[in-house]
């Protein structure tokens, strides 16, 4: 700290003054020169010698004291600073180079914050998925210019020390760097050098210092003119003064701040106290306005190596917080770009232990150009009842490592991968009609491009049928069909038919078979020659036919769910039977009598044994397993459907909430009206109470009886209609034969 000038001038002016006088008086005629004079004279100094002191006082306690009563500084502010953004056409996203650190000047670390993005003047955030941040092996080259102090106050040697051992060295080779020196004059900018020690060797070594007032602020704006136009790298300033506001008039705070923002610049102000004082608060105030940092040294009791290491941490500090760059990606699928082809984004990161943090910049968006577009056609009216490639030939600015090709069926995603072939296989399918879709899909799931179109097939089920006869050349008597089929799939009722070879046109029906879950079907034909005879009356034993099977299609124009092979066939002639001989007729009204009794009580019998092993049923489940195929009751009532699918062995319905199915308040209904149940590996319906009343695919059913369900079976309850259908048949409206 500074004497004032004043002070020790009339000290020591005082003082000078008295020897003079002493020298002076000697020489003057005796009067004046008597011992009387010299005393007062003596006197006088005397009491300079008690002044002296006390001067000295004020000027080491009162004058520090003054000194040191400064206005507190404000607090360091952490930042984030988006200085780069470009487009990555592989990817379809942005990246944006961004500086973020805390308060304490360190970078963050990585997991602590959370980044998000919105376009500008939207009010909901770009969701998570499309905002990451990516990892970066080093920060881009940066450029610098030093904004170098040089007044008579600095130690420069000790200053240009510290540059050349703890800045040059530890910046990446390619970061440029400038100098500009400032006292009461300010130099001229030097050229930007990749090769920092030829900037010190050449424009830092020898350094004069310069006596006189200071232009630190106007140096700075003069340090951020000196960067090149529309540079893509990020701009930093560094400031390393003693100096602060003196007489000479200087850019404000907030000029000095308006103009780093207006360039997208930062300020890293290092100050130091040597013999001048600087205006810390100014600088911090600059180094959190243009998102640098402040690094102050404020120790009155320095020397000029105390001041040398000090700014040593500095830099090493600050080239710490340099390196503190993260790289945030951005997906823009979706977004639209400007009139120039930018579109503008709000960034914001969120940290436990710092303020929210925002930045905004504009980012170059190219529209991308997708497409997809099946290969090749097919014959919709023809069932597939194999495997069928379905592929797809696709055109996008994306890499192919940044794409996948989704493949839909009935709009459910089935393939997920950069195969553009789905293999679309019926043997695995629940028979029916199906819609095959594609799209283009990128890395966030976002859709690219879809077909057109969709592919309509219809998957058809091949059933393999059999007869239990080994020796098919001539069948009489007793045959058993048996069908096979995907055991994975319950289907309806097949129909076994019977047609002479070569004259498909003349088809009978030999008679239907249920599916059980195993797959499996049989129909036993009592007499194969009767029956023969009873379809084709002319028939002779040279006569060849064919037998095979097939499941109908839900809608009468629909192809079968299912067909089966053919198996070719001959047939006997029936034996002729010989009428027996009449027996003597007798008088059989009492036998008759009797017997029509004994049935009237054989059949009440039956009925009631027949409930009771009914309630048995329904009150005693089996153990086995529900079938693998999930199988659901939909219920349509009032215009309204709603499904039900059967995942317990027993469900009951009715009226009131206690049943599984509540059927509403209809007065039709009783509270215990029937219950859906599995049991012996099939599906049952049965009523619950004697005089409750059913309809089941049209026919009326009254009291306990079990009705096998099949799909698609019908049931009417009342006001409400209940289809049983599988779990697979999402769509039930064309199984139902009312008008629902």
Known sequence: MKAPPCLWGGVWGGVKQRMATKRALSLLPFPLCTSVSLNLWDTLFSSLRVFVPLCLCVMFFIFPVVAQDEPPLPNPAASFVAYQCSFQAATNSVEIRAVLVGADGRPLTPGSYAVTATTTGSAEPLPPVQVSVVPQAARPPLQMVIVLDITDTVPITNIVNAISGHLAPQLNPQDEAALITFSEEISPVTQFYTDKNRLINEHMTDLLTLEGDNRLYDAIIEAMGAFPFNSPAREVVLVLTDSGRREIPQAADEAVIARAVRDNIQVYPIGFYSRDTTDDASLQ????????????????RNTRASIESAVNGFLDDLVRTLNGEIVIAVGVNGLTPDASGRVALDLSVQSPNEALLSDPISCPYQV????INFVDSFNEAAPVTGKVDIGVSVQSDLGTEATRVVFRLNNDVVQNSDNPVYTFDAAGLFPGFYTVGAQLWDQAN?????TATAIRLYAQQTLQLTLTNTDTALLSGPVTVQMLGNPAFILPDAQITIAPVGQAAQVYPLGRASFGADGRAALDIPDMSAAVVALFPAFTPEDRYQISAVVPGVSPGDPPLATSNTVPVSVALPVAEVAPAEPPRIDQSVPILLALGLLALNILLFRAVG????????NFPDDLELSPQLMTITVHRDGVKQPHTLTKKTVYIGRGSSNDINLGDDPNISRQHGVVMWRKGEWYYSNRKRPVVTRINGRRYRGLKL??????????IGGATLIFHSN?????????????
């Open 285 to 300: 105030t600059i180094a959190n306005g243009t998102g640098g940092y402040a690094w102050l040294y404020r120790d009155r």
């Open 368 to 371: 991308l150009a997708h497409s």
């Open 446 to 450: 976002n859709t690219l491009a879809s």
């Open 611 to 618: 409930r009771k092993r009914v309630g048995r049923v329904i």
């Open 707 to 716: 009705y096998r369900l099949r799909p698609v079976t019908e049931l009417e």
């Open 728 to 740: 697979a048949q999402q769509d039930i409206s064309d199984f139902i034969k009312t008008n629902l």
